[in-house]
């Protein structure tokens, strides 16, 4: 039973017993937080649509209208391609910041990620995947 104890014990006051339970209580608070303002902001909104809320939005589309209507992949493509490189240029800050505490493999690593990506540019500029029209 003694030993029994001790382990008990040590569980108890560890380490990571204690971190999990700053983390639980964050995310308790976090949920409670986000329950509270979704309801807060349903109920304090008025909730009556008007005629310019519910026309076409920007993009040309009918917000109510059959789903199964043609839609364009383009816009798909041209949201992939704006993650890919907004992504290059997310890698790109720090390494300019940083760069001249790098070694060489850094570098160079660098430089091949951005010729990589250069070449995928260019390979979807050739293909003409940026253009709207009609081929």
Known sequence: MN????????LDNSLVKQEYKVLLIFLAVAIVL????ILTS???????P??????AYECGF???????????IKFCLI???????DVEIMFLIPWCVSISKLNLLGFWSMIDFLIELSLGFFYIWYVNALGWKEV
């Open 34 to 37: 986000t329950i509270l303002i």
């Open 3 to 10: 030993n029994n104890n001790k382990i008990m014990s040590v």
């Open 79 to 85: 949201a992939i391609l704006f993650i890919i490189f």
């Open 42 to 48: 349903y109920l304090l909104t008025k909730q009556n």
């Open 62 to 72: 009918e917000p109510y209208e059959d789903t199964r209507h043609v839609f364009d």
């Open 50 to 55: 008007d005629s310019e809320k519910l026309s």
